[in-house]
């Protein structure tokens, strides 16, 4: 059973106005369970528009969205409970923030669900944990938080609501080089520990890189490639022509290969080339 | 949210578009006189034909106009028919106690011509004119209001500023609520109450995020040694062109036909 079905999704913005605009154009795909996709594309090539729709903020234009195997728009009365099988983190998730408290803040997806007490305290706990909330911070008003502690708190009011498939727009945005670093580690944990579905909308290549297994390509609201990371991070040419570029060190690591040193392709992450090179060094006794 | 048209701004090109924003403003009050002066059937053709006119010159969809129409219909329909039972003299059909006479019929007429005629000239003069420019034509219709210490300029620069916030704001608002749906807000069913308190969620990060957009605002202002309107020079200088004169010939041509129908002919209004 696949965890999500698309097919042949469409969505115009401001249809029959002179503002008309085709954001997403016939994408089709399935994503299995445990999945952990990267969807990579230009600003404005529809990332952000196709995630609202897979969990119901944007109805589609046409087209149908299988959350396993139900059409989601079968009952639109229904809708709320797609979104909380379909958790969505939107970009800048930060400013969505408004309760008293981190802890009741986080509580606000569960409680919408209707579970005990007990229950949501529960699910808020072990959010934070997943996010690296200490348990001070949980009583401190989001407010005070600084940003990047306030983008985890975003992010834990919604994987408290404990949803099988996690969407992240752009989680890292403006984030530091370590804190991105650091909340990157801690999704790929909670997909690891969960083996959830997550899908992780970015437009680092170098973090798509270091954490999927699958990648997809969306240009002007078509989807490209749908595939291995490595294998499409190979395919450096065809990125090239629409505005992206593969991670630095694949781009390295290739370099070397077409000079002939015997190295695999696709290699998506330094430690990963360090590994191969020294090896190839120690082969040939310089190391 | 951001369906709500209140008559913003249509860029094209057209007559109308051309016009200096200050002369757009003066006959849109000279015509909004006019048509409350319509005294006779013959007066009010003039208005409308000129009004209609004037919604075709500017180039924007007709379609355009008709939704700002759409806003309004309920008051006309109310409002004429009001006008259509109050009416006095001969009833010319009666039921129980509903009476219609002619001069009902004539008043429901006029106040429908008159509030739609209001509401088009009005539209044409939003969408053919953007926020800037009228607030800029504004600052400079009021500049004599200067000798009574009123401050014209700052006045005109918080309507500039509210203006231009307006659909930042929807924006975000939407983007709020999106973001509490997605986290199982239900803004959509419920009683009165519970509807209000659903928007807790979205009010709160709203007013949060418009205090530090003003807050932002104010800083960049002040980072290019901004200080009120004292000693400011304008980048835009409006200028008045051959067409602004010839289109305010034109409407003082028509004001003279409204007023030589209203005194050549007999009056339908008392
Ligand atoms: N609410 C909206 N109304 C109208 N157009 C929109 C809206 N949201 C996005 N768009 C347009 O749709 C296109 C895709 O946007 P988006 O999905 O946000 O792209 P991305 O997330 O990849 O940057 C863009 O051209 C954008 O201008
Ligand atoms: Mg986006």
């Known amino acids: ?287 | 949210m951001r369906d709500i048209a209140f008559g913003q701004y249509y860029p094209t090109k057209s007559i109308i578009h051309s016009m200096d924003p200050r002369v757009k403003l003066i006959l849109l009050v000279a015509f909004l006189v006019l048509t409350f002066c319509t005294l006779n059937y013959a007066a009010l053709a003039l208005v409308v034909a000129c009004v209609a006119s004037i919604v075709l010159l500017s180039k924007v969809p007709v379609k355009m106009y008709f939704k700002s129409l759409k806003m309004i219909v309920v008051i006309v329909l109310i409002t004429s028919a009001l006008n259509l039972f109050y009416g006095t003299g001969e009833p010319l059909w009666e039921w129980g106690f509903i009476k219609i006479t002619l001069s009902g019929i004539n008043n429901a007429v006029f106040v429908a011509a008159r509030i739609i005629s209001l509401i088009l000239i009005s539209s044409a003069l939003t969408f053919t004119t953007s926020p800037t420019d009228l607030t800029d034509a504004l600052e400079r219709l009021m500049k004599p209001l200067t000798v009574f210490h009123v401050k014209v300029h700052e006045i005109a620069m918080m309507m500039t500023i509210a203006l231009r916030f307006v659909p930042l704001l929807l924006e975000e608002t939407d983007k709020i609520m999106a973001a509490q749906k997605a986290r199982g807000a239900d803004m959509e069913s419920g009683n009165l109450v519970q509807r209000i308190k659903a928007l807790v969620p979205v009010l709160i990060p709203l007013f949060v995020s418009a205090f530090r957009r003003a807050y932002e605002l104010a800083v960049a202002m002040e980072c290019r040694c901004y200080q009120g309107g004292q000693g400011r020079t304008r980048m835009k200088i409006l200028t008045l062109h051959k067409s602004d004169y010839i289109c305010t010939f034109i409407v003082i041509l028509i004001i003279v036909g409204v007023v030589l129908c209203n005194v050549l002919l007999p009056h339908t209004l008392r």
């Open chain 1, 1 to 287: 059973m696949s965890a999500i079905r698309v097919e042949n999704l469409c969505c115009t913005y401001g249809a029959n106005t002179p503002f008309e605009q085709h954001a997403v154009k016939n994408v089709s795909f399935e994503i299995e369970r445990g999945d952990f996709i990267g969807l990579i594309g230009h600003t404005g090539s529809g990332k952000s528009t196709l995630v609202q729709m897979l969990n119901g903020l944007i109805k589609p234009t046409s087209g149908k969205i299988y959350v396993e195997d139900n059409d989601i728009w079968s009952e639109p009365k229904n809708i709320r409970n797609i979104r909380f099988k379909v958790g969505l983190v939107f970009q800048y998730p930060e400013y969505q923030l408004f309760e008293e408290t981190v802890e009741k803040d986080i509580a606000f997806g569960p409680s919408n669900m209707g579970l005990s007490v007990e229950e949501i305290e529960n699910k808020v706990k072990n959010a934070a944990k997943f996010v690296g909330l200490s348990d001070t911070l949980l009583k401190k008003s989001p407010f005070d938080l600084s940003g990047g502690e306030k983008r985890r708190c975003a992010i834990a009011g919604v994987i408290a609501m404990d949803p099988d498939i996690l969407i992240l727009d752009e989680p890292t945005a403006g984030l530091d080089p370590v804190g991105r670093d650091v909340l990157l580690s801690q999704i790929a944990q909670y997909q690891k520990a969960k083996n959830n579905t997550v899908i992780l909308v970015s437009h680092s290549m170098e973090d798509v890189a270091r954490v999927t297994d699958k990648v997809m390509v969306m240009n002007k609201g078509q989807l490209k490639m749908f595939d291995k990371t490595d294998k499409v991070f190979s395919r450096c040419d065809e990125l090239n022509e629409i505005g992206l570029r593969v991670p630095q060190i694949t781009k390295v690591t290739d370099a070397l290969k077409n000079k002939g040193f015997d190295i695999p392709e696709g290699i998506l992450t330094v430690d990963k080339a360090v590994h191969v090179i020294s090896e190839l060094l120690k082969k040939e006794g310089k190391l």
